[in-house]
């Protein structure tokens, strides 16, 4: 599995471990930085993951910023991007399951890296139930919202 990360400068220092818990589980990983604790801005690293994801070019992407909050939200400007905040292993395990969330994003200062590696295996061992067509309509509802379709209940 090729997984995309990006972190900002409040996650540059679990960067060199998370690439090591990726690499450990068999993943290969893109590595589109920050290659400092300079100070820069989320959204760029947010983007180019949440980018290389919608194109394929990633299976899955993991962003990692002070909160996850800021990480998330802009991810999720991207079409095709699905990115979820975890800080708990049911999450991510049912975002991918339930709605085919293809990107967590992580707070480096919400969570240490032994639940950090948890959230990893959560998130990396789930599959989209595709097989559930309450997951699979649901899914296709996002997606023409996506495309600027209005939904109606």
């Known amino acids: 599995m090729n997984v995309a990360i990006g972190v900002d400068h409040?996650?540059?220092?679990?960067?060199?471990?998370?690439?090591?818990?990726l690499r450990a589980a068999g993943c290969d990983v893109i590595d589109f930085g920050?290659?400092?604790e300079d100070s820069v801005d989320y959204p760029d690293y947010a983007a180019v993951v949440a980018e290389a994801v919608a194109?394929?070019?990633?299976?899955?992407g993991i962003i990692v910023c002070g909160s996850g909050v800021g990480a998330c939200v802009a991810a999720n400007k991207i079409a095709g991007a699905r990115a979820g905040m975890c800080h708990d292993t049911y999450s991510a395990r049912q975002g991918v399951e339930h709605d085919d969330?293809?990107?967590?994003?992580?707070?480096?200062?919400i969570v240490g890296l032994s639940l950090i590696q948890e959230l990893v295996d959560a998130f990396?061992?789930?599959?989209?139930?595709?097989d559930e067509e309450?997951?699979?309509?649901?899914?296709?509802?996002?997606?023409?919202?996506e495309r600027g379709e209005r939904l109606s209940p």
């Open 10 to 21: 409040r996650g540059f220092a679990i960067k060199s471990d998370l690439i090591s818990i």
């Open 34 to 36: 920050a290659h400092s």
């Open 55 to 60: 194109s394929g070019q990633a299976d899955r």
């Open 101 to 109: 969330m293809n990107i967590l994003c992580l707070g480096s200062g």
């Open 124 to 130: 990396l061992g789930a599959e989209f139930a595709d």
């Open 134 to 145: 309450r997951y699979v309509r649901r899914l296709h509802k996002v997606q023409a919202l």
